[in-house]
Nanobody, 123 residues
């Protein structure tokens, strides 16, 4: 049973930082590409970042490039999203995701998601 449990969300001020974690279980974590998306209250789902199985190939949406960093600790079955220089429009529910196909990048339709964690950025 695949389980993805996000944590680390909460409130931050503009310019501040948060680190999100995603604890994974029920599958061989090291064999799957992982992802972060967010649901903005006005824009719907936005793909934020992807990371390959080894953690040495990453990609980012333009909206977060240079501010957010995706990483993974395969020994701990955990995915991370370090968020720096936060802006008010980063306010959203953040979800981690797992590719449904082993060992490859996939499109949004082939990703399964966790329950999400709320991030609120305000002064």
């Amino acid at each position: 049973q695949v389980q993805l449990v996000e944590s680390g969300g909460g409130s931050a001020h503009p310019g501040g930082s948060l680190r999100l974690s995603c604890e994974a279980s029920g599958f061989t974590f090291t064999n799957y590409w992982m992802y972060w998306v967010r649901r903005h209250p006005r824009r719907g789902l936005e793909w934020l970042s992807s990371i390959n199985t080894a953690g040495d190939d990453t990609s980012y949406a333009d909206s977060v490039k240079g501010r957010f960093t995706i990483s993974r600790d395969n020994a701990k079955n955990t995915l991370y999203l370090q968020m720096n220089s936060l802006k008010s429009d980063d306010t959203a529910v953040y979800y981690c995701g797992k590719a449904k196909r082993v060992g490859t990048d996939v499109g949004m339709k082939y990703i399964e998601w966790g329950q999400g964690t709320q991030v609120t950025v305000s002064s």
